[in-house]
């Protein structure tokens, strides 16, 4: 990968919807020219997917944030799928350590923020902490000197 390619992925980053022939613009190439570094890097397994990012306050889920879980060991797999089905995690990560999940969380109140912290407590442990802003979701990819 070269310093145009990192461009590319940052300009994605910004708006994935961003047309190839603006991203040509920008790094001075052609539209086919970014359509093949896009595809070469989706074939590396470096461009993952495209999505979308949504403001879960605007659909009724005034309260968001993340819990750190202790999941029991011989629970993991359960639990795992349990993230998976529970519509409020919107995120789950696993870890090292003895808190070994870290979920993120979008609901309407604290009644159904009660209702998710009880249902995770069959798992395991669990530390809750509410988010109050977001400052960025992601940050531009560093792009190399040479």
Not at 50 to 68: E, M
Not at 90 to 99: E, N, R
Not at 121 to 144: H, M, N
Request: hydrophobic residues 40%; aromatic residues 8%; proline residues 3%.
């Amino acid at each position: 990968m070269d310093r145009t390619d990192y461009q590319i992925l940052n300009l994605l980053q910004g708006d994935s919807r961003t047309t190839l022939k603006a991203i040509g613009d920008r790094v001075g190439l052609t539209a086919p020219a970014v359509s093949e570094r896009i595809r070469r890097m989706e074939d590396k397994g470096v461009i993952q997917s495209f999505s979308i990012h949504v403001d879960r306050t605007l659909l009724d889920c005034n309260l968001t944030g993340f819990i750190l879980v202790a999941i029991f060991p011989d629970k993991y797999n359960q639990f795992c799928q349990f993230c998976q089905e529970h519509p409020a995690i919107t995120a789950h990560h696993h870890l090292v350590g003895k808190l070994n999940a870290l979920l993120r969380f979008a609901v309407k109140d604290t009644h159904q923020l009660d209702q998710l912290l009880a249902a995770i407590k069959q798992y395991g442990d669990s530390q809750t902490s509410v988010e109050l802003g977001t400052y960025f979701v992601r940050k531009a990819i560093p792009i190399p000197e040479n």
